[in-house]
């Protein structure tokens, strides 16, 4: 039952996967008992030389995660001394030895402190249901320094939003979801207004523009962005590895390329820019940047892939905002109908107002008015935000679309149309929003407009639809691998089992301290319990997902961006774009079903030139889907060239998993 908490944790796959151990050639004994969980793989990307040398020492003759190196030489090692792979039988340092969880003990601890469980099933997987639910009637004590509200339906009144409240201490959790607070993304995309290209049939709104038919009215009226320059500029701390991003190879396909700059001084910016740059602490461009802005300059389309973390906001959005300073840019006023230059589309709320943040940012002190619209937030206000006037209109899919159709934008002087994260944006998800904007009466043909798409991960299927929406002299831009994983972050696969997962999770928490952490889950429901569970067990921790009001989402960043909470439960919802400074770990609790979600989800560490740690917890029972790409990977980090062709034959190519349960947008 997919509502069921213990199926959840549970379940078995369903499809027949071959051994993954026995894909990898290895003996019996390793399959009987070496890999547990206490067995670590690791891959440092930029350290790479070192590992090798730690490898040498350390391979043993039973290997287990990634045993490619001599593929069917059936002897077992699996890795070759020239590998950088690690494989360690001990544990990381720090990190103690797995214990067994007492599922009805940890069921029962957690719902006495918090008084919540779900539904008609309380507690934690494989709590005993009748301690679970007996105590899940909210009436637990004020404990730790957290707090968790929600209103789910918990306990014996699903939905009705009177589970449990339990407010205490400092840190905090709090989450919204379901029947009464819950507004789940994809309800926005409403598109009901004099577009009648755009126009759904259900034409049932309320003077704010919200379906009535559809979802409740959203009030939710965002801060306004800070006006101190100070804030404004903020720069991002570069690190260590900053300089190191000249070494990865760039290749540019396609004709007549333009040729890349070395300095932002060579990009000939004007003034204003060039200030706002220095301003925000940028020294010299990224590879992204020294190649992406010298093409978006000469005016051909692109579809960019540069590892995460690398600037590729600031690559489209500096040579984008240069051209409408050369241009006949107007000044933006007050006008019923607003006709920007420039639309910038993402899948998050979050992401889209952080890259709105970064156009206010770069365009400060022009006559340049970037607008950000998306879901959550009241429509009416956003509206009044566009006919200030707009210039750079960046929006989720769905508002924009919606604010297009009520006739409040007009595209006809689009220049510049942008997909970030576009892999995602073309994609079954957003794919149709994107179709329909594109083919919006008054958007300009691709010939009369520039596209400019950009991501870390693009999978071929994706760059061959991605053509659809460029002109056909598009370059296409690759810094590194595509869709390899950031080099500056260390990765640790850990094979945990379901039921040791939150143990080994406190463990390493306990070991990290303060440091900010991302955990990412599979499910919304996961992350709210898991949150709820960390705060018992005082980590002070806040959590980010789909069903959580807008207000909430903005609060948990806010919260964890300032330190307040250094531990953020995230789904999928937050694995792309996201830039927070001094996030120094990501742990996949679970690992996500595709690999380019796990390229993005680690890459909120180790960004712009700063080191990270990512550790992801391998469930042989539920993750086989994902190891041989995994492996792969890790294998690129380290400039492997390993042939995993073998393997396909025996994995299952896609998987359709659960990350998509969350609304994105
Ligand atoms: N040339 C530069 N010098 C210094 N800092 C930079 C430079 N370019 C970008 N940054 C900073 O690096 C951080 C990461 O940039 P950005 O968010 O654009 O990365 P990204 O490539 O879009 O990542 P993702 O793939 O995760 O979306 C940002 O804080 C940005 O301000």
Redesign the pocket.
């Known amino acids: 039952m997919a509502e069921d908490w213990d199926a959840e944790f549970g379940t078995e796959p369903t499809a027949v996967i071959p051994s993954f151990f026995d894909m990898a050639g290895l003996r019996s004994p390793v399959k009987e008992g070496a890999i547990n969980g206490n067995q670590i793989f690791e891959s440092k990307g930029s350290e790479a030389a070192n590992f090798g040398k730690r490898c040498s020492n350390t391979f043993g003759n039973s290997t287990g995660f990634g045993g490619f190196g001599k593929q069917g030489s059936g002897d077992g090692n699996g890795f070759d001394t020239n590998s950088s792979y690690i494989f360690e039988k001990q544990p990381v340092a720090g990190f103690a030895e797995t214990t067994t969880v007492n599922e009805s003990e940890f069921g029962s601890r957690v719902v006495r402190g918090c008084g919540f469980g779900r539904g008609n099933r309380g507690g934690f997987p494989r709590s005993s249901p009748q301690n679970a639910i007996e105590k899940a009637s909210g009436d637990g004590p004020p404990v730790g320094r957290g707090s968790f509200s929600a209103r789910r339906g918990f306990a014996n009144h699903p939905g009705d939003g009177s589970g449990f409240s339990s407010s205490c201490g400092r840190g905090g959790f709090s989450s919204t979801s379901g029947i009464r607070g819950g507004y789940r993304g994809r309800n926005e995309d409403i598109f009901s207004g004099s577009n009648p290209k755009l126009r759904a049939p259900w034409n049932s709104t309320d003077s704010e523009g919200n379906n009535k038919n559809q979802a409740p009215k959203v009030t939710y009226v965002p801060p306004p962005p800070p006006e101190e320059e100070s804030a404004i500029f903020a720069p ?1 701390q ?1 690190g260590i590895n ?1 300089d190191k991003y000249d070494e990865i190879l760039v290749d540019v396909s396609g004709f007549n390329v333009p040729s890349a700059i070395l300095t932002f001084a060579e990009a000939h910016l004007c003034e204003t820019l060039n200030k706002n740059i220095s301003k ?7 590879p ?2 020294k190649h992406g802005v010298p093409i978006v300059l000469a005016g051909r389309d692109l579809m960019a892939c ?9 690559a489209f959005l500096l040579p984008i905002l240069e051209m409408l300073m050369r241009g006949d840019v107007a000044a933006s006023q007050f006008k019923e109908l607003q006709e920007p230059e420039v639309v910038i589309v993402a899948p998050t709320r979050e992401l889209i107002n952080q890259i709105y943040l ?1 156009a206010r940012k770069f365009s400060f002190g022009t006559i340049i008015r970037p607008v950000v619209v998306y879901g959550g937030t009241s429509t009416g206000h956003q509206i009044r935000q566009v006919l200030q006037g707009c210039n750079v209109l960046c929006g989720t899919p769905g508002r924009l679309l919606d604010i297009i159709s009520k006739g409040k934008v007009g595209l006809s002087k689009v220049q510049f149309l942008v997909l970030d ?1 576009a892999d995602r944006m073309l994609d079954m998800g957003f794919e149709p929003d994107m179709r329909k904007l594109v083919t919006a009466f008054d958007m300009p043909s691709k010939q009369n407009r520039q596209t400019l798409m ?3 991960t693009f999978p071929e299927e994706i760059q061959r639809m991605a053509a659809d929406f460029m002109k056909t002299d598009y370059l296409f831009l690759a810094v590194g691998q595509v869709g390899g994983a950031c080099g500056d972050v260390h990765q640790t696969i850990l094979q945990v089992d379901q039921y040791s997962k939150r143990n080994k999770l406190i463990e390493i928490l306990t070991n990290i301290g303060i440091e900010r952490t991302m955990v990412f889950v599979d499910t919304k429901r996961k992350a709210d319990f898991l949150a709820a569970f960390l705060c018992q067990e005082n980590f002070p921790t806040t959590s980010i997902h789909g069903d959580r009001e807008q207000r909430e989402r903005e609060q948990a960043l806010g919260d964890f961006r300032s330190g307040k909470c250094p531990v953020l439960v995230a789904t999928a919802v937050a694995a ?2 996201l ?1 927070i400074e001094h996030v120094q770990h990501v742990i996949n609790f679970d690992l996500p079903s595709t690999i380019d979600e796990y390229v ?1 989800r680690i ?1 909120r560490t180790g ?2 030139g700063n080191v990270g740690k990512a550790i992801s917890f391998f469930d042989s029972n539920t993750d086989l889907r994902i190891a041989r790409t995994l492996v792969k990977v890790l294998s690129d980090g380290l400039g492997g060239n390993k042939d995993f062709s073998s393997y396909e034959a025996n994995l299952p190519v896609t998987y359709a998993g659960k990350d998509h349960e969350d609304a994105w947008e």
């Open positions: 991002y570069t900053f925000a602490g940028y020294l010299k461009p990224t992204v940047q540069a590892q995460t973390g690398s600037g590729k906001t600031a970064e994260e950009f991501s870390a792309r774009g830039d993005h890459g960004r712009c």
